[in-house]
């Protein structure tokens, strides 16, 4: 068995390979002087089966290209099965043609990662809105995990929310909503939420009041910050006392992080799906587990 990280996710892989006893893949990726990208695997992998960690955030079209690269030349060198690990998954957002004659986004991204060759593929918390299953897309094995009870883990060790309402900030946030109130042994509650642009939303509370709580908000992804600083602006309203917000993927376009803090939001929390200044939790232990069930 053979990890091999992309350079979006080098460490993640390095990180799961020693959870496995195992030594990292090696490949050389670089740049020609025109920008055209270069890949080289180095390692032997004939007969072997290689898992492949590539995640595709802030420059996803040059991580994609890289991933499509890597397990092409893999399959061609021999691999057995190529099992790509995606951690996030980007273009998932664009599922549907919202406007007449818009690309159908993530349907084009799926197939390109089958045509080279990925025999099975795993995400973590893939953005599904419309999209239900990640099997509704990808017609090769597929498995979405949750790094949710991950990012709960954490904020319970840290201790500073005494039995906090979990909020999602949207109906599709429940599912996380549901996994962090469950690890916590607390009461969620979702808003509503309608957007009108990539960086304006408006959420609208359900039912549950947020007086006198300390609040955790959980969402798959910040991106402009827009959502949670809707969603804080509304319970501190309400009397929140203090709001904690965890995310599996810290995008944080611009100056996400800024706003969201001035927005009163005591401390933001992801994982290293997204490398960067919060990325607490690392997914690895998540990954390693699930090699370790299906393929040592
Ligand atoms: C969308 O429905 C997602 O679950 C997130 O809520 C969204 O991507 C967050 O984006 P932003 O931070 O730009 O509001």
């Keep these: 068995m053979i990890i091999l990280?992309?350079?979006?996710?080098?460490?993640?892989?390095?990180?799961?390979?020693?959870?496995?006893g195992l030594t990292p893949g090696k490949a050389e990726i670089k740049r020609f002087p025109d920008g055209e990208k270069y890949v080289r695997v180095l390692s032997d992998v004939k007969d072997?089966?290689?898992?492949v960690i590539q995640s595709m955030?802030?420059?996803?079209?040059?991580?994609?290209?890289?991933?499509?690269?890597?397990?092409d030349a893999l399959k061609d060198?021999?691999?057995?099965?190529?099992?790509?690990?995606?951690?996030?998954?980007?273009?998932?957002?664009?599922?549907?043609?919202?406007k007449p004659g818009e690309a159908l986004s993530f349907r084009t991204v799926t197939?390109?990662?089958?045509?080279?060759?990925?025999?099975?593929?795993?995400t973590i918390d893939m953005h599904q809105h419309r999209v239900l299953k990640s099997s509704d897309v990808f017609r090769i094995p597929s498995h979405n995990l949750s790094a949710m009870p991950l990012l709960a883990d954490y904020v319970r060790k840290e201790g500073k929310l005494r039995?906090?309402?979990?909020i999602g900030p949207d109906a599709e946030a429940e599912q996380w909503a549901k996994l962090?109130?469950?690890?916590l042994g607390t009461d969620y509650d979702i808003f509503t939420k309608k957007r009108f642009a990539a960086d304006k939303v408006e959420v609208t509370p359900r039912s549950a009041s947020a007086k006198g709580r300390d609040i955790l908000i959980v969402d798959d992804i910040i991106s402009t910050g827009g959502t949670i600083i809707e969603a804080a602006g509304i319970l501190h309203s309400q009397g929140a006392n203090q709001i904690e917000v965890a995310c599996t993927h810290p995008i944080l376009a611009t100056d996400a992080l800024t706003r969201i803090k001035?927005?009163?939001?005591?401390?933001?929390?992801?994982?290293?799906?997204?490398?960067?200044?919060?990325?607490?939790?690392?997914?690895?232990?998540?990954?390693?587990?699930?090699i370790r069930k299906t393929a040592l």
């Design 5 to 20: 990280g992309g350079s979006s996710s080098e460490s993640l892989a390095s990180s799961v390979a020693t959870r496995l």
């Design 48 to 51: 072997q089966q290689v898992a």
């Design 57 to 71: 955030h802030h420059t996803p079209d040059d991580f994609l290209f890289e991933y499509l690269l890597l397990v």
């Design 77 to 98: 060198l021999g691999a057995k099965k190529v099992t790509g690990f995606i951690p996030y998954f980007a273009y998932a957002r664009q599922d549907e043609r919202f």
């Design 111 to 122: 197939k390109l990662i089958e045509t080279v060759g990925t025999d099975e593929i795993y």
């Design 163 to 166: 039995k906090p309402l979990v």
């Design 180 to 183: 962090a109130s469950e690890a």
């Design 262 to 290: 001035k927005a009163g939001v005591l401390n933001i929390i992801g994982t290293d799906t997204v490398p960067g200044p919060i990325s607490y939790v690392s997914v690895a232990p998540l990954i390693a587990e699930h």
